[in-house]
């Protein structure tokens, strides 16, 4: 009900209450009077003094002049009268307040809560219309208020996991470096393939931090939207063959196959080639890092569907628990959580290709049956600009 509507019914209400009680009233001590005064209709109104107004004031004085005990009654009458005024219009009044007040007292309450840091409650409605809207956009505040902080303390969380991600990331190399060139030092290395040994491993751990170093800066610049792309328009399909043929001697030496189904048509879309190059790396990377023993091949393949280009990176790796696959985007998300896995890697990668794939306007999945059952990487771009939710389309289909 809106404001002015309880204002009209509660003016009603004032208005009609004491007319109502003030009547009955009024019959009862007509009645008192009656029975009191059995002769004054009689003795002192006549018909004549009833239609001549002067008349009748020369009557009722006479009446009254005759019968003073009468004065106390209608003195009675009157009080009584005023009574039922005061008392209704002060009892309508309060209700109509205490109505107003209660859901602003409960406002206030409320703030003084939000104050102290506690938002686990929720906020009343009123039956006011413009009172429960006040409520409703208050606890829509307050919603808000829970979400940031829930927000806050998940950034805070993440924040001390990055921290120690990467304390934990830089000090593994670094204690390997320091480690070597001590026992260079100390005269270990005392042959030329032994310090060539030395010297390669300490290059390769530098390379480890320098890549830290570099997907750590990436990273910041997309989380920051500070990282340029160059769009342009370019054909799909000519990257991912350029990408697949520089892999081919890794392959040879892990004793694996790179397959690749290649559609012959063209994949005209809109991307920055070296970033979207440096996605491709990342998948193909991993599933040469998380093979197995007996793995032999890996398969790319490519095609369209409803105005997008899917490319699939299918491996018969170690494969991923169903309900990691979307855990496996965050940063620094390993699914060796104890780091005690021979594989090289700091967690980053696919939480940079996804987030450069999102750039594009596109998508990247994980699918995998389990451990030990392969993974398959599915990256979805639209084939022209200006289609950006599109890729959702084509997901069912490919899932």
């Known amino acids: 009900m809106k404001i ?22 009024s019959v009862l001590f007509l009645i008192i009077f ?45 009080i009584v009268c005023i009574a039922i005024c005061s008392v209704t219009n002060t009892i309508i009044t309060r209700r109509m307040a205490s109505e107003f007040e209660k859901p602003l007292r409960e406002l206030r309450s409320n703030m003084d809560t939000i104050r102290n840091g506690d938002l686990n409650f929720e906020v009343m409605g009123s039956e006011l219309d413009e009172i429960d809207d006040l409520c409703e956009g208050f606890d829509s505040m307050r919603r808000a208020l829970v979400y940031s902080r829930e927000k806050e303390n998940q950034l805070k969380q993440e924040r001390n996991m990055l921290i120690a991600n990467i304390s934990h990331d830089l000090k593994t190399p670094v204690t390997s470096i320091k480690g070597y060139i001590d026992g260079i030092n100390d005269g270990v290395a005392d042959t030329p393939e032994k310090l060539k040994r030395y010297l390669d491993t300490i290059k390769a751990k530098a390379g480890v931090i320098d890549e ?20 342009s328009r370019g054909d799909l399909r000519d990257l991912i063959l350029d990408v697949a043929d520089s892999y081919k001697i890794d392959f040879e030496r892990a004793g694996m196959t790179l397959e690749t189904e290649i559609c012959n048509e063209p994949l005209p879309v809109q991307i920055d080639g070296e970033k979207m190059r440096r996605v491709m790396n990342n998948l193909i990377d991993n599933s040469l890092k ?68 999102e750039k594009h306007g596109g998508r990247l999945w994980l699918r995998s049956a389990g451990i030990n059952k392969g993974t398959t990487a599915t990256l979805c771009l639209p084939l022209s600009a200006g289609t950006e939710t599109a890729c959702a389309a084509g997901i069912d289909k490919i899932i």
Do not use: H, W
């Open 290 to 357: 998380y093979r197995r023993a007996d793995s032999a091949a890996v398969k790319i393949s490519c095609f369209t569907d409803e105005g997008n280009a899917y490319v699939t990176v299918q491996d018969d790796g170690i494969g991923i628990e169903p309900k990691e696959l979307n855990n496996v985007f965050e940063s620094f998300y390993r699914t060796d959580r104890s780091r005690t896995s021979q594989v090289k890697g700091n967690g980053l990668g696919l939480s940079i290709a996804k987030q450069i794939t």
């Open 34 to 78: 009656m029975i009191k005064f059995p002769a004054a209709g009689t003795e002192y109104f006549s018909r004549a003094a009833l239609i001549n107004p002067f008349n009748l004031m020369n009557a009722i004085g006479k009446f009254f002049s005759g019968n003073p005990t009468a004065i106390m009654y209608v003195f009675i009458y009157i």
């Open 212 to 231: 830290l170093v570099s997907n750590l800066s990436t990273f910041s610049k997309l989380e920051l939207s500070g990282l340029d792309f160059n769009m």
């Open 4 to 25: 002015r509507q309880r204002f009209s019914y509660y003016n009603f209400i004032m208005l009609i209450t004491p007319i109502v009680l003030i009547g009955v009233v």
